[in-house]
Structure formats: C-alpha cells, structure tokens
C-alpha cells in the first residue's frame, strides 16, 4: 500500500511541475503583437518607388503591407495626412534565375529574390522609428515551355514574396523597435 501512495505522491508532483513549466513559459508570444507608444494608433502605407524592371510590384508590395497592417489591427490603416507613422521604401533589385535542370538540361524550377529598403516615420516628428535595409526575400516557381505562363508564375511567385516581406515589415516593427 506504501508504494501505492508513493506513486500517486510521485504523479501529483509530476503534474505540478509540469502545470508550473507550462504557465511560466510566457516568453513566447504571438508574432507582432508588442504594443507600440500609446499615441502610435494609426500607420499610413506609402507607394514604395521601384527601381527594377519588373512592373505593378510596386503595387503588389503596397497591396501586401494594407492588407497585412489591416488585417493585424495592431494599427488602423488610414490616409497619410491622419497618420502617426508613414511606411515607406524603395524596391531595389529582383533577381530570377534557375535553380534546377532536366535529364535533357532544360530549366524546371526558377528562384526569384527580391530586396526592398524599408522606413517607419513618425509623422509628427519626421524621425525614423524603424528602419530595414536590403531586407530580402525569396520564392521558387515552375518552368514550363509557355514563356506567358512562365511570366504568371513569376508574377505569383513575386506576390508571395511581397506577402512575406510584408508580414516581415509588420513583425520587425512590433518586435524590433
């Protein structure tokens, strides 16, 4: 009977333990929700000037950053003169080159990398309160013999990296300030 309450004693003291890690483990956090100044409630996305020869990314950069700013709520997305802070950059190189060959040495899969220069303004102070330099990001896609559908997948491809570099933005603004 002794080992008996011996073992329950053991598996009480278990549970504790284990309740006790599991509460105290507070250092993780949801990505990008470190509160920011309270008087930092709204955030106004500016054109990024594009200095590649790839067209709309420019737009599909922006397009990413309202959406992902929005979509957050840690900021209300709102027009540049009503704004606390003004996100803006610059894209400054896409690169795209294959990365995989057929048996017959055709190209089967492509990467592109795309890097972008990066700056949160205060509004009212004109002072940087973030800024990110080359921040780069990369993305694969499929080769086919279509060059048109080629260039889509390129396209989608590079969406999907303005997605990233824009949840990257987010994130480096709530956590690296």
């Known amino acids: 009977m002794p080992s008996r309450r011996k073992k329950y004693f053991h598996f009480l003291i278990l549970i504790l333990l284990l309740s006790v ?13 470190q509160e920011l100044r309270g008087d930092l409630q709204t955030v106004a996305i500016l054109p990024f000037t594009n ?16 959406d992902e700013f929005a979509r957050s709520k840690n900021l209300k997305v709102v027009a ?14 896409v690169e795209s080159y294959s990365i995989s060959y057929s048996p017959d040495d055709k190209t089967y899969e492509y990467r592109v990398t795309m890097s972008v220069d990066v700056e949160i303004v205060e509004a009212r102070s004109k002072q940087v309160f973030w800024r990110r330099q080359a921040m780069r990001e990369v993305e694969e896609y499929k080769a ?29 603004l709530f956590t690296d300030f």
């Open 21 to 33: 890690f599991l509460v105290s483990s507070c250092g993780y956090r949801m990505r990008g929700t």
């Open 51 to 66: 200095q590649t020869f790839e067209s709309r990314l420019e737009n599909d950069l922006f397009n990413a950053l309202v």
């Open 80 to 93: 540049a003169k009503d704004a606390d802070l003004l996100v803006n950059g610059t894209i400054i190189a």
């Open 144 to 172: 086919t013999n279509e060059p048109f559908t080629i260039d889509r997948r390129k396209h989608a491809a590079l969406r999907r990296v303005c997605q990233v570099l824009a949840e990257n933005i987010h994130d480096g």
